[in-house]
């Protein structure tokens, strides 16, 4: 994917300000999504803001490297955030170095205007020094831009193509959508494309990769709930799930709904969405109403089924665990940086809590698909081995193309686990 332009009306003093912000956000322990969710779509500014906070977390572990080279002892967070947005859009532009450096001593001045100079002094060495100084940033973490923890575990688990997974969690994500089958068929939604001088591929049945990401609000057919916007991975849930008409059917952690449209486009089924957070449910709510779809949804936690169970058994259920996204990090780049190891021993009780809840909730026969957008074996298959181990009456059943039910990330999709069980 291309660099996003700054614009003539875009003031890059403002947008490295901002975006280091952001980066300082987050090495904070906040999302980049919350720190930039109050940023205006001003003059050109957002893009360019979100563009230098992207960049700079894939970045992130060679850029900490470079400014560890270029100081003599460590500066304010704030300082030291701002400094590697300003190293990432000098490696990203090189071709406007001059201005880059100017702009960036007059951002610091916003941060901490006595360190206009020492700001000065590290960008401009950092030009003259470059290449010696990448050659001198010789850690795993600077060379995959990872935690060293992440790095390790993945080679662990993945011997074969580890470096592999790490090197496509640091592509820029393809934009792909989910066509409506209800509304129209993948090759119709093709050809309305073309109609509009845009292009896009085919993978599998309903998912159309976009030749180049637009604005939500420029995707054709959007608004009408022809398509959704939906990782070519994430779609496959639906289809594992194998639901038939008139099926009971939870989505036991909904939001913000896109799966669940996707089996209601599927099978004309009783479907209940469900999601313990009260501030996501409209979302769901407003996702289906855009598709022409409706459900059941309900607030509540899936791992305590007496506060929202009305009594009857499912025949389907969807548990999209929460997990720590590290299959998805081409989208999210700080979650690289914002999940600790400790975590995923964390998210694994969690998950097995969840799951022996709601197998309770599950119908003689009927089939219980686990997902994650993960790639630790840890909230994957362990989880899912530990789960078989305490219920005799489970099953896990092959789907097709996931032998193992782990899907690493591509170029073209995103990292998920499924396993799909049924019940004796």
Known sequence: MPLVPLSRSANLELALYTAGDAVAQVRAGRSLSDALAGLEPAAGLRAAVQDLAYGTLRNLGLLDALLAELLRKPVKPALHALLVCALYQLRARPHTAHTTVDQAVRAVSRVEPAARGLANAVLRNYLREADALVTRCTSDSAHYSYQQWWIDRLRKAWPQCWESVLNTGNLHPPMTLRVNQRRLTAEQYLSKLGEHGLAGELIGTHAIVLERPLPIESVPGFGAGEVSVQDAGAQLAAPFLDVQPGMRVLDACAAPG???????????????????????????????????????????????????????????????????????????????????????????????????????????????????????????????????????AARRLPLAGLDEGQMLPGARHDGFFYALLQKH
Not at 260 to 268: G, K, M, N, P
Not at 288 to 294: M, V
Not at 357 to 384: D, H, R
Request: charged letters at 20%; a neutral charge.
């Open 258 to 392: 896109g799966k669940a449209a996707h089996i209601l486009e599927l099978a004309d089924c009783a479907l209940t969405a469900l999601d313990s957070d009260p501030a996501r449910l409209p979302r769901i709510g407003d996702n289906l109403a855009r598709l022409g779809l409706s459900a059941r949804i309900v607030c509540g936690d899936c791992a305590s089924p007496a506060a929202w169970s009305d009594g009857g058994l499912f025949e389907r259920i969807l548990l999209d665990a929460p997990c720590s996204a590290s299959g998805v990090v081409k989208r999210h780049p700080d979650i690289k940086w914002l999940r600790r190891e400790s975590d995923l021993a964390r998210l694994a009780v969690t998950q097995g809590r969840m799951l022996d809840a709601l197998w309770q909730q599950l119908a003689p026969g009927g089939k219980l698909l686990y997902a994650t957008c993960s790639v630790f074996p840890q909230e994957n298959a362990q989880t899912i081995a530990s789960f078989l181990g305490r219920n005799g």
